[in-house]
Protein backbone atom coordinates (compact mmCIF):
# COMPACT_ATOMS: atom_id res chain seq x y z
CA UNK A 1 0.00 0.00 0.00
CA UNK A 2 2.72 2.38 0.63
CA UNK A 3 4.19 2.52 -2.68
CA UNK A 4 0.63 3.12 -4.06
CA UNK A 5 -0.43 5.70 -1.40
CA UNK A 6 3.11 7.74 -2.56
CA UNK A 7 1.80 7.54 -6.38
CA UNK A 8 -1.42 8.46 -5.30
CA UNK A 9 -0.68 11.39 -3.69
CA UNK A 10 1.81 12.49 -6.01
CA UNK A 11 -0.74 12.58 -8.71
CA UNK A 12 -2.86 14.81 -6.97
CA UNK A 13 -0.09 17.06 -5.90
CA UNK A 14 -0.48 16.93 -2.60
CA UNK A 15 2.17 16.68 0.64
CA UNK A 16 2.35 14.42 3.52
CA UNK A 17 0.49 17.01 5.85
CA UNK A 18 -2.10 17.87 3.45
CA UNK A 19 -3.34 14.13 3.29
CA UNK A 20 -2.76 14.32 6.67
CA UNK A 21 -5.00 16.91 7.09
CA UNK A 22 -7.72 15.52 4.39
CA UNK A 23 -7.43 11.89 6.17
CA UNK A 24 -7.62 12.56 10.12
CA UNK A 25 -4.11 10.66 10.05
CA UNK A 26 -1.14 11.48 12.03
CA UNK A 27 1.17 13.13 9.42
CA UNK A 28 4.21 10.27 10.99
CA UNK A 29 1.47 8.16 10.10
CA UNK A 30 1.08 8.75 6.40
CA UNK A 31 5.19 8.81 6.12
CA UNK A 32 5.12 5.51 7.60
CA UNK A 33 2.97 4.04 5.36
CA UNK A 34 4.41 5.30 2.31
CA UNK A 35 7.92 3.96 3.53
CA UNK A 36 6.24 0.56 4.34
CA UNK A 37 7.14 0.98 8.08
CA UNK A 38 3.29 0.75 8.98
CA UNK A 39 0.40 -1.39 7.51
CA UNK A 40 -3.11 0.30 8.37
CA UNK A 41 -6.04 -1.14 9.89
CA UNK A 42 -9.81 -1.11 7.89
CA UNK A 43 -10.55 1.74 10.31
CA UNK A 44 -7.50 3.51 9.07
CA UNK A 45 -7.28 3.34 5.61
CA UNK A 46 -11.06 3.21 5.25
CA UNK A 47 -10.27 7.77 6.75
CA UNK A 48 -7.40 7.53 4.19
CA UNK A 49 -9.19 6.73 1.16
CA UNK A 50 -12.35 8.79 2.01
CA UNK A 51 -9.92 11.57 2.63
CA UNK A 52 -8.44 11.25 -0.70
CA UNK A 53 -11.57 11.12 -2.30
CA UNK A 54 -11.01 8.01 -3.95
CA UNK A 55 -12.51 4.42 -3.77
CA UNK A 56 -11.29 2.29 -1.24
CA UNK A 57 -9.80 -0.51 -3.75
CA UNK A 58 -7.64 2.02 -5.51
CA UNK A 59 -5.08 1.67 -2.21
CA UNK A 60 -4.16 -2.21 -2.80
CA UNK A 61 -4.77 -2.13 -7.06
CA UNK A 62 -4.04 1.02 -9.30
CA UNK A 63 -5.72 -0.58 -12.28
CA UNK A 64 -9.93 -1.30 -12.24
CA UNK A 65 -13.01 -0.76 -13.36
CA UNK A 66 -16.58 -0.03 -11.47
CA UNK A 67 -19.17 -2.59 -10.68
CA UNK A 68 -21.77 -2.15 -13.02
CA UNK A 69 -25.26 -3.24 -12.21
CA UNK A 70 -26.09 -6.62 -14.11
CA UNK A 71 -22.04 -7.26 -13.67
CA UNK A 72 -20.85 -10.53 -12.39
CA UNK A 73 -17.35 -10.83 -10.86
CA UNK A 74 -15.41 -13.86 -9.87
CA UNK A 75 -12.07 -13.87 -7.92
CA UNK A 76 -9.64 -16.99 -8.33
CA UNK A 77 -8.00 -18.55 -6.18
CA UNK A 78 -4.58 -16.17 -6.21
CA UNK A 79 -6.51 -13.39 -7.07
CA UNK A 80 -6.09 -10.86 -4.30
CA UNK A 81 -4.01 -8.61 -2.31
CA UNK A 82 -1.80 -8.97 0.45
CA UNK A 83 -2.31 -6.47 3.67
CA UNK A 84 -0.27 -7.55 6.60
CA UNK A 85 -1.12 -5.46 9.82
CA UNK A 86 1.05 -6.44 12.72
CA UNK A 87 -2.06 -8.06 13.94
CA UNK A 88 -3.64 -9.39 10.97
CA UNK A 89 -3.40 -10.87 7.55
CA UNK A 90 -5.83 -9.71 4.97
CA UNK A 91 -6.41 -11.00 1.20
CA UNK A 92 -8.31 -7.84 -0.17
CA UNK A 93 -10.85 -9.43 -2.80
CA UNK A 94 -11.56 -8.07 -5.99
CA UNK A 95 -9.35 -5.28 -5.63
CA UNK A 96 -9.37 -4.26 -9.09
CA UNK A 97 -13.10 -3.84 -8.49
CA UNK A 98 -13.86 -0.48 -7.76
CA UNK A 99 -17.71 0.94 -6.41
CA UNK A 100 -18.75 -2.24 -4.62
CA UNK A 101 -21.36 -2.34 -1.83
CA UNK A 102 -19.25 -4.56 0.06
CA UNK A 103 -15.35 -4.73 0.86
CA UNK A 104 -15.11 -8.72 1.09
CA UNK A 105 -11.63 -10.07 3.01
CA UNK A 106 -10.45 -13.18 3.61
CA UNK A 107 -8.47 -12.94 7.04
CA UNK A 108 -5.40 -15.13 9.34
CA UNK A 109 -5.59 -14.26 12.40
CA UNK A 110 -2.97 -15.07 15.45
CA UNK A 111 -3.62 -15.89 19.10
CA UNK A 112 -4.58 -13.45 21.23
CA UNK A 113 -1.53 -13.74 23.15
CA UNK A 114 0.58 -13.02 20.17
CA UNK A 115 -1.36 -9.69 18.73
CA UNK A 116 -0.66 -5.91 20.06
CA UNK A 117 -3.08 -4.35 20.67
CA UNK A 118 -3.38 -0.64 21.48
CA UNK A 119 -7.13 0.40 20.71
CA UNK A 120 -10.33 -1.28 18.95
CA UNK A 121 -11.02 -1.08 15.44
CA UNK A 122 -14.56 0.89 14.43
CA UNK A 123 -15.57 2.52 11.62
CA UNK A 124 -19.00 3.19 10.50
CA UNK A 125 -20.98 0.77 8.46
CA UNK A 126 -22.16 -2.91 9.30
CA UNK A 127 -19.54 -5.94 9.26
CA UNK A 128 -20.19 -9.84 8.71
CA UNK A 129 -17.28 -12.46 9.87
CA UNK A 130 -17.95 -16.25 9.17
CA UNK A 131 -15.19 -18.63 10.89
CA UNK A 132 -13.79 -20.73 8.29
CA UNK A 133 -11.04 -22.82 10.21
CA UNK A 134 -10.36 -22.44 13.49
CA UNK A 135 -12.22 -20.58 16.60
CA UNK A 136 -11.78 -16.85 17.13
CA UNK A 137 -12.75 -14.54 19.88
CA UNK A 138 -14.36 -11.58 18.81
CA UNK A 139 -13.70 -8.41 21.59
CA UNK A 140 -16.45 -6.19 21.08
CA UNK A 141 -16.48 -2.59 23.20
CA UNK A 142 -18.50 -2.51 26.46
CA UNK A 143 -19.51 -6.02 25.75
CA UNK A 144 -17.93 -9.99 26.80
CA UNK A 145 -16.07 -11.32 24.44
CA UNK A 146 -18.11 -13.97 21.97
CA UNK A 147 -16.06 -16.99 20.57
CA UNK A 148 -17.26 -18.49 17.29
CA UNK A 149 -16.48 -21.88 16.23
CA UNK A 150 -16.09 -23.35 12.95
CA UNK A 151 -19.27 -22.18 10.23
CA UNK A 152 -20.88 -19.84 13.94
CA UNK A 153 -20.42 -16.14 12.37
CA UNK A 154 -21.41 -12.87 13.71
CA UNK A 155 -23.10 -9.53 11.97
CA UNK A 156 -22.55 -6.37 14.07
CA UNK A 157 -22.78 -2.41 13.75
CA UNK A 158 -18.59 -1.45 12.92
CA UNK A 159 -19.13 1.84 14.65
CA UNK A 160 -18.87 -0.44 17.90
CA UNK A 161 -15.15 -0.93 18.71
CA UNK A 162 -13.82 -4.83 17.70
CA UNK A 163 -11.03 -6.94 17.37
CA UNK A 164 -10.74 -10.51 16.54
CA UNK A 165 -8.15 -12.95 17.75
CA UNK A 166 -7.55 -17.10 16.82
CA UNK A 167 -9.17 -18.70 20.01
CA UNK A 168 -6.33 -21.59 20.06
CA UNK A 169 -3.38 -21.52 19.98
CA UNK A 170 -3.36 -22.26 15.96
CA UNK A 171 -3.99 -19.30 13.78
CA UNK A 172 -7.62 -19.02 12.32
CA UNK A 173 -9.22 -18.60 9.08
CA UNK A 174 -12.45 -15.98 8.54
CA UNK A 175 -14.09 -14.19 5.81
CA UNK A 176 -15.00 -10.85 6.65
CA UNK A 177 -17.40 -8.33 4.91
CA UNK A 178 -17.99 -4.65 5.60
CA UNK A 179 -20.34 -2.54 4.31
CA UNK A 180 -20.50 0.83 4.06
CA UNK A 181 -23.20 3.15 4.42
CA UNK A 182 -24.33 4.66 1.09
CA UNK A 183 -23.38 8.47 1.69
CA UNK A 184 -19.47 7.23 2.69
CA UNK A 185 -19.31 5.67 -0.94
CA UNK A 186 -17.25 7.47 -3.57
CA UNK A 187 -18.84 7.39 -6.63
CA UNK A 188 -16.21 8.50 -8.89
CA UNK A 189 -17.47 9.11 -12.71
CA UNK A 190 -14.31 8.10 -14.21
CA UNK A 191 -13.49 4.77 -14.63
CA UNK A 192 -9.93 3.28 -13.77
CA UNK A 193 -8.42 1.56 -17.25
CA UNK A 194 -5.81 -1.57 -17.17
Known amino acids: MGERLRQLRRSRGLTLSDVARLSGLAVSTVSKVERGLMALTYDRFSELADGLGIDLMELFSEHGSRFRPGA ?102 ILVVCIRPREMEQSPDVESTG
Not at 74 to 83: F, K, N, P, V
Not at 85 to 95: D, H, Q, V
Not at 156 to 169: I, M, W
Request: charged share 25%; net charge negative; hydrophobic share 35%.
Open 72 to 173: VAIAREDEYRLHVTENYSYEMLFPELRGKAMTPMLGTLQPFERMRFDRFVSHAGEEFLIVLEGRVTVHLEDRSPVTLGKGESLYFDSSRGHLYASAGPQDAR
